[in-house]
């Protein structure tokens, strides 16, 4: 069986959400000969292990680093071939995973995956929601840095849908070490190395509520947001420069 590994890294307001989560995995159905596993990680000392009864879900905690260095911890303890993002709030849609891995395996010169999401609101309403987005097909290497700046910042895709390749975020050296938009700050890295691929139908119900990470004050605290984005690009900018010179 090939595996396709779904890390979720998860701290204690956000627990409550986890068997939704292994609900929506449950009902992927994935491509004949392949498999998923589901990575747990908890940042920060866990009261107590979340039990599912299930071979394919392990669950994990290790001393509070933040979102990235939980994730890290997670890729390392994961075995699959492709490694797919998942927060503990959000929930994948059906479909999700196996398109994943139908892209993947169709495309070899392809590293990475996004796919756009729909707004999961707190009355349980699902809406759509304009990201201006790349449309179905092949992103070619850079282009998606290009609209970050020009844009100020602002993504094209959700980063919380990636699904990568475990070798080429292995080399990158997994997440972005950021307390905060580490997965941007990945996704910046891969489109600079590497083509992508966008599929516009809808792989995740991206949960809006009143604890989750991206609606507070020093996320969006517009000194710390500059240190981060400003890593981010610089970072980027150099892995360009680093593969657009002409080989001595």
């Not at 292994?22 to 908890?42: D, K, M, N, R």
């Not at 299930?54 to 669950?59: E, Q, S």
């Not at 890290?72 to 994948?92: H, P, Q, T, W, Y």
Request: aromatic content about 8%; some cysteine.
């Amino acid at each position: 069986m090939r595996t396709i590994s779904v890390v979720t890294p998860v701290h204690p307001p956000h627990t409550r959400f986890l068997p939704e989560a292994y609900e929506s995995l449950c009902a992927q159905e994935l491509p004949e000969g392949w498999s998923w596993e589901w990575v747990i990680q908890h940042d920060g000392d866990a009261e107590s292990e979340p039990s599912f009864g299930d071979p394919r879900v392990t669950f994990s905690a290790s001393p509070a680093a933040g979102a990235a260095g939980a994730r890290n911890m997670a890729l390392a303890r994961s075995r699959g071939e492709f490694v797919r993002n998942l927060d503990a709030d959000d929930l994948l849609v059906d479909g999700a995973l196996r398109r994943d891995v139908e892209v993947l395996v169709r495309h070899a010169h392809v590293g990475w995956v996004t796919s756009a999401a729909l707004d999961l609101l707190p009355d349980g309403e699902v809406v759509s929601w304009a990201s201006g987005d790349p449309g179905e097909g092949v992103v070619e290497p850079g282009w998606m840095l290009d609209v970050f700046i020009s844009g100020e910042w602002r993504l094209p895709v959700v980063p919380g849908t990636m699904c990568v390749r475990r070798d080429l975020l292995l080399a990158l050296g997994g997440w972005m070490a950021l307390p905060r938009s580490e997965d941007t700050g990945l996704l910046m890295a891969l489109q600079t190395v590497s083509a992508g691929y966008f599929i516009a139908t809808p792989s995740m119900l991206y949960r809006k509520h009143g604890v989750q990470v991206t609606a507070g004050n020093l996320h969006n605290d517009p000194v710390d947001k500059k240190l981060r984005y400003g890593m981010i690009v610089d970072r980027a900018q150099a892995l360009r420069h680093m593969y657009t010179q002409p080989a001595r």
